[in-house]
C-alpha cells in the first residue's frame, strides 16, 4: 500500500488540476456506492436536518463523499493547493500556543498541512494500525512541516513550549466521556481539548475549513474561548454550538458517514396512530417501556387519516417488497394524502412504533425510508419478518423469530394517583371505600348480552348496599346506546352511584385509571381486552363479567388469563368471589424490556 500511494502522489504530481478535479469526484462518486456508508450518512444528516427534503439530504450525502474523495488527492498534492487557501483568524492566536479544536470536514489533512506552514503547530493523533500506511502518512506530513503529537505527556509538554496543538472534538470519546448536546442529540464528547486548556492555562481556538469552490478552500480560526470559570460541559455545549452554525452553512463539509450519533443517549421515536384510542395507548405503553432504559426520549405522534380498502392493499403490497433500498425514497404518496406524506417526510426517527393492522405497513415503509427500527403492536397483516419487532399478544397466536408474545395488550400505567385526584375534584367524590364498573358491549348476542347486565346489575346493586360500597361506572367508545341506556336507567338514580361516565357524550382521558385507582375491586365485561388488561397492569384485582358467549381472540384471550383474574357469570353471584392481584404486568415488563435492549 506504501509503494502504490507514492505511485499515485506521483502522478497526481504530473496531472493537470483540472484532471485531479475530476478524478477525485470519481473516487468520491465510488465511494458513495458503499451502501452501509451511505445509509449511516443518510440517518445523520436526517437527525440533524428533519425537515429538509429527500433530495436535499441526498444531495448533502453525495456532496460529503465526493469531498472526501477530492480531500484524498488534495493531501498528496498538498503544495499544489497551497496557492487557493486562504487562512483567517491566524493572527488572533496568542504566541503561547493554545489549543486548536476542529471536527471531521472539508479537507482536514490539508487544512493541517497548511496551518503548520504558518505556525508553530502540532496535531494530536493516534497511531494508524496498518503499519504501512501509517509509514507513508508520517512521511508525508512530515514532507509539509506537520509535527504529532501520540500521548498525552508528549501534547502538554508541546503546549508549555508554546505550541498550538490541533485535536478534534467528534472523535475518539473516551469511555466516560461527557453527553453533549450537538444538533439536539445528547452525543458522548471528548474532553481532552478542554482539559488541557484548563490544566495549562491556554486559549482554545475553534477552527473550521470549507470549500469554496474547485480547489478553492477558506480556513477559519475563531475567536479565542477561555476556560475562566466554565465547566467542561458548558464548554463542550460552546464548541459545539460554533459546529452547528458552521455544518447548517455547509452541511456537505462533513463526514456524515462517521458514526458519531452511534453512542448517543437520545431516541426519535414516531408513533402513527390510526386514530384509536386503545391502539395509540398501547404504542404509548411501549414508549413508557422504553423510557426505562435511561434514554431521553422524543416522540411525536402523527395520526393517519382514514384510507380506502384499494389504498391499504397498495400499501400491503409495497411493504411486503420494502427494503433498505427505500432509504431516502419514500412511496408513502402512493396511498397517503399530502399533509400526512409531508409530517412523515420531515420527521426524522430512531424508531417508528404502531398498533394495529392498518398503520403496520405504513410505519414498515416509513421505518426504511428513515432507516429506523419498525416496531409493531398486534397482529399485522405484513409478514412478521419485514419488522424489526413485533409485540403479539398470546391470544392472536403467531410466533416468529423477531415476536415475544405477551398476555392481553400492551399497557403501561402513567401517574394514576394524579388521574385519580382529577376524578375526586371532577365528580366530586367522597372517601367512601369504591368499586368500579367498565362495560365494553356485546359482540354477537344482543339480547343475551342485555338480560345477562341487567341481571349482573342487579346482582351488583345488592352487594354494594351489603358491603357499603360506592359504584364508579364507565362505558367505552365502543359501547352501543342500548347498552349505555340501561345502565343508566339501573344505576343513574341509584343511592350508592357516586360517577357515571358514557365516553360517547363525555370523554375523558383520565378516568380509567382514575377510576381504577380508586377502587377496591374493579369489575369489567369480558369483551374489553383492553380495559382487563390495563385494570392488572394497575395491580387491582380484577373480576371479569361474563355477559355472553366468546369465541376466536376473545375466548383464547379469556383462557390465557384464566389464573390471573376471577371470572364471574351467570347468576353472578358476587360474593363468592375471592379477588386476586396478578403478577401479569410486571411479566410483561420483562418480556418487552429484554426486547428492547436487544433492539439497542
Known amino acids: ?15 493537470p488540476l483540472f484532471l485531479v478535479f475530476l478524478l477525485g469526484k470519481l473516487i468520491g462518486n ?39 474523495g477530492l480531500g484524498v488527492l488534495e493531501s498528496l498534492i498538498a503544495d499544489r493547493i497551497f496557492p487557493y487557501v486562504e487562512l483567517k483568524g491566524a493572527k488572533d492566536i496568542a504566541q503561547d500556543g493554545g489549543i486548536l479544536v476542529a471536527i471531521h470536514e472539508g479537507s482536514w489533512e490539508l487544512y493541517n498541512f497548511f496551518i ?17 500506511f501509517a509509514l507513508f502518512l508520517t512521511e508525508l506530513r512530515k514532507k509539509y512541516s506537520l509535527e504529532l503529537c501520540f500521548s498525552l505527556k508528549d501534547a502538554i509538554q508541546s503546549i508549555r513550549n508554546n505550541y498550538l496543538i ?15 448536546n450537538f444538533f439536539s442529540h445528547l452525543v458522548p464528547t471528548p474532553k481532552g481539548a478542554v482539559y488541557l486548556a484548563r490544566k495549562l492555562n491556554k486559549k482554545i481556538y ?8 474547485g480547489f478553492s478552500h477558506t480556513i477559519e480560526i475563531g475567536k479565542p474561548i477561555e476556560p475562566g470559570t466554565k465547566t467542561d460541559l458548558e464548554l463542550l455545549n460552546e464548541l459545539n454550538r460554533i459546529y452547528e452554525k458552521y455544518l447548517t452553512k455547509y452541511p456537505r463539509e462533513y463526514l456524515w458517514f462517521y458514526k458519531r450519533f452511534k453512542r448517543k443517549r437520545d431516541m426519535d421515536v414516531l408513533i402513527l396512530s390510526d386514530g384509536k384510542i386503545g391502539h395509540l395507548k398501547q404504542s404509548e405503553a411501549f414508549l413508557s417501556f ?7 426520549i422524543r416522540s411525536q405522534t402523527i395520526e393517519l387519516k382514514a384510507i380506502n ?57 416509513a421505518a426504511f425510508t428513515v432507516g429506523a427500527k419498525s416496531i409493531v403492536i398486534l397482529r399485522p397483516n405484513t409478514p412478521l419478518r419485514k419488522f424489526d419487532l413485533c409485540i403479539i399478544p398470546a391470544h392472536d397466536r403467531i410466533e416468529a423469530k423477531n415476536t415475544i408474545t405477551i398476555k392481553g395488550a400492551l399497557s403501561y400505567p402513567l401517574n394514576p394517583k394524579e388521574k385519580a385526584n382529577e376524578c375526586r375534584n371532577l365528580f366530586k367524590l367522597d372517601n367512601n371505600k369504591k368499586i368500579s364498573l367498565f362495560v365494553g358491549g356485546y359482540l354477537s348476542s344482543e339480547k343475551i348480552y342485555l338480560n345477562n347486565l341487567k341481571l349482573f346489575l342487579e346482582k351488583l346493586k345488592a352487594f354494594v348496599t351489603e358491603k357499603h360500597y360506592k359504584i364508579l361506572i364507565s362505558t367505552s367508545r365502543r359501547t352501543q346506546k342500548n347498552v349505555e341506556e340501561l345502565i343508566d336507567k339501573e344505576l343513574k338514580t341509584f343511592a350508592d352511584t357516586e360517577a357515571i361516565v358514557i365516553p360517547s357524550q ?29 385494570t392488572v397492569a394497575l395491580k387491582k384485582p380484577c373480576i371479569c363479567v361474563l355477559l355472553e358467549n366468546y369465541f376466536d381472540k376473545h375466548k383464547v384471550f379469556l383462557a390465557s388469563i384464566e389464573k390471573d383474574v376471577n371470572f364471574l357469570e351467570n347468576p353472578y353471584n358476587i360474593s363468592e368471589i375471592k379477588p386476586v392481584i396478578a403478577p401479569v404486568f410486571e411479566e410483561n415488563r420483562k418480556i418487552v424490556r429484554e426486547a428492547i435492549r436487544k433492539l439497542l
Open 30 to 68: 465510488i465511494l458513495y456506492l458503499d451502501r452501509k456508508k451511505r445509509e449511516v450518512a443518510y440517518k445523520n444528516v436526517k437527525s440533524v436536518f428533519p425537515a429538509k427534503s429527500n433530495r436535499e439530504i441526498n444531495r448533502i450525502v453525495k456532496n460529503s463523499f465526493v469531498n472526501l
Open 166 to 180: 490541533g485535536l478534534v472534538v467528534d472523535h475518539g470519546a473516551e469511555d466516560n466521556a461527557l453527553l453533549v
Open 290 to 296: 422504553f423510557k426505562e432504559e435511561d434514554f431521553q
Open 116 to 132: 503548520a506552514k504558518d505556525l508553530k503547530y502540532k496535531m494530536f493523533a493516534k497511531e494508524q494500525r496498518e503499519k504501512k
Open 506 to 534: 363525555n370523554n375523558y382521558d383520565f378516568v380509567f385509571e382514575g377510576f381504577v385507582e380508586l377502587s377496591e375491586i374493579v369489575f369489567t365485561s369480558g369483551e374489553s381486552i383492553s380495559m382487563i388488561s390495563e
Open 309 to 365: 380498502g384499494f389504498q391499504r392493499f397498495i400499501s400491503e403490497v409495497i411493504a411486503f417488497f420494502s427494503g433498505k433500498y427505500f432509504l431516502g425514497h419514500s412511496p408513502l404518496w402512493i396511498f397517503l394524502d399530502k399533509d400526512t406524506c409531508k409530517k412523515i417526510d420531515e420527521t426524522y426517527a430512531d424508531m417508528v412504533v404502531s398498533t394495529g393492522s392498518i398503520p403496520a405497513p405504513i410505519n414498515r415503509i
Open 206 to 213: 475553534p477552527c473550521f475549513g470549507y470549500r469554496k469552490s
Open 1 to 15: 500500500m506504501h509503494k502504490a500511494a507514492m505511485i499515485v502522489q506521483k502522478i497526481l504530481a504530473k496531472l
